[in-house]
């Protein structure tokens, strides 16, 4: 496949993520700001925060990790831009992911701000974050993986693998929630809300039909293509309704895409088109290792997969994101009759003729 590259809207802000530093906090068009905020531990390194100006302060999409340093961040950017933060009137978060959402709740208590989710993702909050659940939330996964055909000797090490970075978010609920097509009543602002579930069963999206601007959350990215998984908390086939919100969101009349990772770019059906196709190969080459079985487990195909290093190099935690992935994949397949799952302690993929 024609590998498709997007436009820089800043080759700075390009030159940084390729570099491996933070970008500059950088006034974007008149009346909207993007602040870098860092991530710790992670290879996408910081979420690109935007503050939009309001009559009486500011409204800005997503938050930051749950972290002094990225709370600093944001202090320190909304300052370039001439804001305190405690002049933030909202934080519309595009979905629950604690890079997204884990400083809400410390923004709302500095400045009475609200905090704006979909339903679908609020639904979620609870039972991710906090302790009282997180037991079962673990065992579910366990389940999952175990169904998936995970080795017993790495289930416990897969099935845990997120828990450590809980911590990291607030278990701040929302005060509003969004749904497709609201309209955010800004002043200034004609920003409308678009549900783009895949990544997340409640990703938002917000667009400025005036200004021809997307605010793509992590639903499109510059470059990378964001993870779509079956997991206890997913919608039961993630990936049919990635691909058409990505259907839905190509049709928009936009000029600038304004990710939450990487960097701003312009081309956003073009991109929306590619990630399509990438999804396609890749579920046409899952389907060649299912029919080349006498049934697999979801497990074996993810191994069989060509992935950007071997799979002997690849940690626990990201080989269980590797499988949850293959079973999106698989999910969607079925769905469409192209292969076949026979349940069982390990459910086995098959070819719809296999069997009989
Ligand atoms: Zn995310
Ligand atoms: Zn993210």
Redo the contacts with the bound molecule.
Sequence with gaps: MAKFVVTPSNEDQRAAWAGGTIPEVERVRPGLWSVPVPIPVNPLRYVLVYALEVDDGVVIVDAGWNTDEAYDALVAGLGVAGYAITDVRAVLVT?I?P??YGLAGRIREMSGAWIGLHPADASLVHERYDESAIESLVSKERALLDRCGVPAQTLDELAGASMMIRHMVSMAKPDRLIEDGDRLDLPGWDLRAIWTPG??PG?LCFVSPSRKLLFS??HVLAKIT??VAVHPQSAPNPLADYLDALAAVRELDVEEVLP?HEYRFLELRERADYVIAHHGERLAEIERVVAASDGVTCWEVATKLTWSRPWESIPPFMRRAANNETLAHLVWLESRGRVRRVPGDRDLWITPQAGA
């Design positions: 979905h992911h890079d997204h990544h997340s990703h959350g992590d964001p993870m939450a």
